[in-house]
């Protein structure tokens, strides 16, 4: 059996920091990584960091960002709340300190409930280009394409609004091997890593946690390895992809997640099989998805690769239904996806799926649908017809509903707004609609032809495992830290929820409690 100080399984932005964390304190670290690839869920995200009071930002206090979480996020622990509050801005530091990883703020992105009392319009960071090192090609694919624009990009060139891409800055930047967004978090977190000396294992899929005199003393691996370690730190990801666990525990569908096929649940029954306290096991980071025949994850089985829903809910001209022809959501909210386990209570099957995105040749002439831009030819599995009628018959949907709404939203938007459901009304909203449009979230649906694309639900990740205290200790069933136990990430409840307060909460929290994990002294 091999000696360790510190075992971290899994490698997305909280394995990494719990092992840059360790590894920076003198320990000897080993993260292990059941999958081919490195990054998990993070590698293809965004990478936006939700961090009040980061050293980046004037102006902000931990008394204004606790004051929003409470509002927008009431009833969740006041103590890991707060854990979060206190120690994020000090992860930022760190994470440069011991990395090559420099953070820049997001300036065009707004807190999900900007108006409530503490919100801000900008809190999130993300990192500067960061050169790669060898590291990109063992990255999962970017959604996003080649990962090389940073958030501010996108918004600077209205890429979130159909904008052109800055070709010439891409062209460098490719050239100059770095990367943006999650995966450059992700690189810039292995370079760290890699030069504390910690050992980087793929393909190494942890199935049990060694126990003994009262702690958990290392880990079981494929092949009959064993490797024992004073701290042991689950960041495996939740379990999205495991279908059983997704019916067993999930309050709403889940179908169509848009995360690489590496989450499986094995953190959760990691946990479980050590005794810990599992909570939020029914909720997940609802996101609205789509499929496009024909893609998938570069893994062996082949898996359908979901994309996130994002024009074609944030822009005028287009509108979601149910199968009714009815809209049942503000298309444009950060958590519109939560409608989708509204149940019909005469059937007991949810009320708003299928659903279906609803635009027009104005939409098409101005933004992309299902990643075909505007003068490309519409895919050919998107439904597109002359008539509502038509399109409705096509895919299912009541036409007489179908005609009813959009004449009902035409003569709401003409009066210049969206009594129904308020749509475009918050700074959250506006700031990822088009801003050189007449409203930036709202227009008609009138100029054929139609189209209509199946929005799927979808999700960046599930929010339920091992409770944790606010040092990321496990806790067994009677609030009593198991030593030796720590989790981080979406193996570890949510601090947040039951939706999200802000872009990029996933990657601060999986941070945050990476880093604490991490810091830990194992004896504790």
């Known amino acids: 059996m091999t000696d360790v100080d510190t075992v971290v399984i899994g490698s997305g932005a909280a394995g990494l920091a719990a092992a840059l964390a360790a590894a920076s304190r003198g320990a000897d670290v080993v993260v292990l990584e059941a999958a081919e690839r490195f990054g998990g869920s993070t590698a293809v995200s965004g990478g936006q960091v939700w961090a009040p009071g980061n050293h980046l930002l004037a102006g902000d206090s931990a008394e204004a960002a606790l004051a929003y979480c409470h509002a927008a996020a009431p009833g969740r622990d006041p103590e890991l709340v707060g854990a979060f509050v206190r120690a994020v801005p000090a992860v930022v530091r760190a994470v440069e300190e011991h990395s090559p990883i420099r953070f820049r703020l997001v300036e065009g992105y707004p807190d999900t409930f900007a108006e409530l009392p503490g919100g801000r319009r900008a809190r999130h960071?993300?990192?500067?280009?960061?050169?790669?090192?060898?590291?990109?090609?063992?990255?999962?694919?970017?959604?996003?394409?080649?990962?090389?624009?940073?958030?501010?990009?996108?918004?600077?060139?209205?890429?979130?609004?159909?904008?052109?891409?800055?070709?010439?800055?891409?062209?460098?930047?490719?050239?100059?091997?770095?990367?943006?967004?999650?995966?450059?978090?992700?690189?810039?977190?292995?370079?760290?890593?890699?030069d504390a000396g910690v050992e980087l294992v793929r393909g190494r899929r942890v199935r049990r946690l060694l126990t003994g005199d009262g702690r958990v003393t290392g880990v079981g691996t494929d092949g009959d390895g064993r490797l024992s370690a004073r701290?042991?730190?689950?960041?495996?990801?939740?379990?999205?992809?495991?279908?059983?666990?997704?019916?067993?525990?999930?309050?709403?569908?889940?179908?169509?997640?848009?995360?690489?096929?590496?989450?499986?649940?094995?953190?959760?029954?990691?946990?479980?099989?050590?005794?810990?306290?599992?909570?939020?096991?029914?909720?997940?980071?609802?996101?609205?998805?789509?499929?496009?025949?024909?893609?998938?994850?570069?893994?062996?089985?082949?898996?359908?690769?979901?994309?996130?829903?994002?024009?074609?809910?944030?822009?005028?001209?287009?509108?979601?239904?149910?199968?009714?022809?009815?809209?049942f959501v503000n298309e444009s909210s950060h958590n519109c996806a939560l409608a989708f386990?509204?149940?019909?209570?005469?059937?007991?099957?949810?009320?708003?799926?299928?659903?279906?995105?609803?635009?027009?040749?104005?939409?098409?002439?101005?933004?992309?649908?299902?990643?075909?831009?505007?003068?490309?030819?519409?895919?050919?599995?998107?439904?597109?017809?002359?008539?509502?009628?038509?399109?409705?018959?096509?895919?299912?949907?009541?036409?007489?509903?179908?005609?009813?709404?959009?004449?009902?939203?035409?003569?709401?938007?003409?009066?210049g707004g969206d009594p129904e459901f308020h749509r475009g009304e918050t700074t959250y909203e506006r700031a990822f609609g088009d801003a050189t449009a007449a409203h930036p979230n709202l227009g008609t649906i009138a100029e054929p032809p139609f189209f209509a694309l199946a929005v799927r639900a979808g999700a960046v990740g599930t929010k339920g495992g091992a409770r944790t205290d606010h040092r990321a200790r496990v806790l067994d069933w009677s609030d009593r830290p198991i030593p030796g136990l720590y989790a981080a990430g979406n193996t570890a409840a949510a601090v947040f929820g039951p939706g999200t307060i802000a872009g990029g909460i996933t990657i601060a929290s999986a941070l945050t409690w990476g880093w604490l994990a991490g810091s830990a002294e194992p004896a504790d």
């Open 125 to 194: 960071v993300e990192v500067d280009p960061v050169a790669a090192q060898g590291f990109a090609e063992l990255l999962w694919p970017s959604p996003f394409g080649a990962p090389v624009l940073t958030n501010d990009e996108f918004f600077e060139h209205r890429l979130f609004a159909g904008g052109a891409p800055p070709f010439a800055v891409i062209e460098k930047r490719l050239a100059a091997g770095e990367v943006t967004l999650g995966a450059g978090l992700v690189a810039g977190l292995l370079r760290g890593c890699r």
């Open 231 to 327: 701290r042991v730190v689950l960041a495996t990801g939740g379990f999205e992809h495991d279908a059983a666990l997704r019916s067993a525990l999930l309050s709403g569908p889940l179908t169509h997640p848009v995360t690489p096929p590496v989450q499986y649940g094995d953190g959760l029954r990691l946990a479980g099989a050590a005794g810990a306290q599992l909570a939020r096991t029914g909720e997940y980071w609802s996101w609205p998805s789509y499929q496009a025949p024909g893609r998938y994850w570069p893994d062996e089985a082949g898996t359908p690769q979901a994309q996130l829903v994002l024009h074609e809910r944030n822009l005028p001209h287009v509108i979601w239904v149910n199968a009714a022809g009815r809209r």
């Open 341 to 415: 386990a509204e149940l019909d209570p005469t059937t007991h099957r949810p009320r708003n799926l299928p659903a279906w995105a609803i635009g027009d040749a104005q939409f098409r002439a101005r933004y992309p649908v299902a990643g075909a831009a505007p003068g490309e030819p519409l895919p050919e599995w998107l439904l597109s017809a002359d008539t509502l009628d038509e399109l409705a018959a096509s895919a299912g949907i009541d036409a007489a509903g179908l005609r009813d709404t959009v004449t009902r939203f035409n003569a709401a938007v003409a009066a």
